[in-house]
């Protein structure tokens, strides 16, 4: 799994602030917290640790004042936004591919939250955060992924249309998706 998002959304039920299990989608697909949701058809966890690598989030302390268990206590691979500001957009991708794409993994695949996107570019989510990945290197992001010939599909996320009045903003990132995917 390449999480691309600026939250980690590693919420256990009891400190969600919000009590959304959109907050949580990346620990209950990891097998944390209650059966009913993390344990479908008894293949808990849907996707285990060693093979996600979180991308882009930029959300820890607010995590951390809320309470959430923390990602990086987890076996996950965590390229937080200043980790690939430091090493580069180019070297986190690499590092990050290389790792989803190893031999014994069949493929991966790829959760896109809107708000891994700069909120300058992208304040059409519910949770706004300052920073983020411009949509140019959103699309750098998904070509790689996509031209790994690994990628076994893409979930799209959390763009309120109802924050995009004219469209302009919907119409900017879905020319970085379209750029990024394009063959």
């Known amino acids: 799994l390449l999480f691309l998002d600026g939250h980690a959304d590693f919420y256990q039920p009891e400190a969600e602030p919000n009590g959304e299990a959109a907050s949580m989608d990346?620990?209950?697909?990891t097998g944390r917290g209650p059966a009913v949701v993390t344990d479908l058809e008894g293949l808990r966890p849907l996707v285990r640790d060693e093979d996600v690598v979180a991308f882009g989030i930029r959300d820890a302390e607010d995590a951390a004042k809320f309470g959430s268990q923390r990602i990086e206590d987890s076996g996950i691979d965590l390229l937080d936004l200043a980790a690939i500001r430091r090493s580069g957009l180019q070297v986190?991708?690499?590092?990050?591919?290389?790792?989803?794409?190893?031999?014994?993994?069949?493929g991966f695949w790829l959760h896109?939250?809107?708000?891994?996107?700069?909120?300058?570019?992208?304040p059409a989510v519910d949770y706004r955060m300052p920073g983020g990945l411009s949509f140019d290197e959103l699309a750098t992001v998904l070509g790689a992924a996509a031209a790994s010939g690994r990628m076994a599909?893409?979930?799209?996320?959390i763009f309120n249309p109802a924050l995009d009045p004219d469209g302009a903003i919907a119409a900017g990132f879905t020319a970085a998706i379209a750029r990024g995917l394009r063959p």
């Not at 986190?92 to 069949?106: F, I, K, Q, S, Y």
């Not at 896109?112 to 992208?122: K, S």
């Open 26 to 29: 990346l620990a209950l697909a």
């Open 153 to 157: 599909g893409i979930d799209i996320t």
């Open 112 to 122: 896109l939250d809107a708000d891994v996107l700069d909120d300058a570019v992208m």
């Open 92 to 106: 986190a991708l690499d590092r990050a591919l290389l790792w989803l794409t190893r031999p014994e993994l069949l």
